[in-house]
């Protein structure tokens, strides 16, 4: 009984947080008149048309492969600047306001400076054409969140570690690619999983970029959706539900993950 409080407040929390998500699983399958007023469950059938019709109403194949291609080069290519980057803050000995003056750029807002970054890569010639994809990626090359992470998980490995294993003959890049990303994995993946979700989700940036339809993201494509006239609340739920899926898969099967790696840090 000491404990019903406690339950009751995480039972609250999680409904709060799941019911959005139910709601736009329900409503997807929902026929018009169910949505309006809003049903918690279909009254008069299910409509499972709604996600043919969302198909053929914008590219979404197209536009899942974009924000897959988009998803997929800036989770490597930050998994990769931040090993290498939370690797020299740990064991090259550098200064300490070096890393504060890193850390500093997470209170930088992306808004605050999206404006130079689209003059910069349209200067480049990377808002049309196949460039476009290096486009959508190049701003997003290092993440200071990830490094600060991976730095954390670096530290609770004893400094004895690294002096064996340059007693053996490995120098820097051997011991970090052979002994500390393995014993890193889970760090890594959070860091990972952190990042693909964070660009899948990416809308602002894509909005402002793109220009050819045929290089718009899943985000985009669901928000024309919205705008379509003739666009039924069930066909936008639709949409929704086919932008969520990647990341719910991610997140149900990439939890412990998560869980481990940003626990890795805590005790040293």
Do not use: C
Not at 65 to 81: E, M, Y
């Amino acid at each position: 009984m000491r404990k019903l409080p406690v339950y009751l407040v995480l039972g609250l929390a999680a409904t709060t947080v799941l019911f959005p998500v139910y709601y736009a699983f329900a409503g997807s399958v929902m026929v018009p008149g169910d949505l309006s007023p809003p049903a918690l469950f279909p009254r008069n059938g299910i409509r499972p048309g709604n996600f043919g019709e969302v198909l053929s109403a914008v590219p979404l194949a197209r536009q899942y492969a974009n924000s897959a291609i988009q998803a997929g080069l800036i989770t490597v290519s930050q998994l990769f600047t931040s090993v290498l980057a939370a690797y020299a803050f740990v064991y090259l000995r550098l200064p300490r306001f070096v890393f504060w003056g890193f850390l500093a750029t997470l209170m930088v807002p992306v808004e605050s400076i999206i404006i130079p970054n689209y003059l910069r890569i349209s200067d480049w010639g990377l808002a049309r054409g196949p460039g476009t994809y290096l486009g959508l990626v190049l701003p997003f090359l290092a993440s200071a969140f990830g490094t600060f992470l991976l730095r954390q998980s670096f530290r609770q490995f004893p400094a004895e570690l690294r002096d064996a294993a340059a007693m053996d003959g490995a120098g820097h890049l051997r011991f970090l690619f052979r002994i500390l990303v393995p014993l890193s994995k889970p760090a890594i993946a959070a860091v990972g999983v952190y990042v693909f979700l964070t660009a899948w989700n990416q809308f602002l940036w894509p909005l402002l970029l793109v220009r050819d339809p045929s290089y718009q993201t899943l985000q985009i494509g669901v928000s024309q959706l919205n705008d379509a006239e003739a666009a039924s609340p069930g066909l936008i739920l639709a949409g929704v539900v086919l932008s969520l899926l990647p990341t719910l898969a991610i997140v149900i099967f990439g939890q412990r993950h998560i869980v481990r790696g940003l626990t890795a840090g805590a005790v040293q």
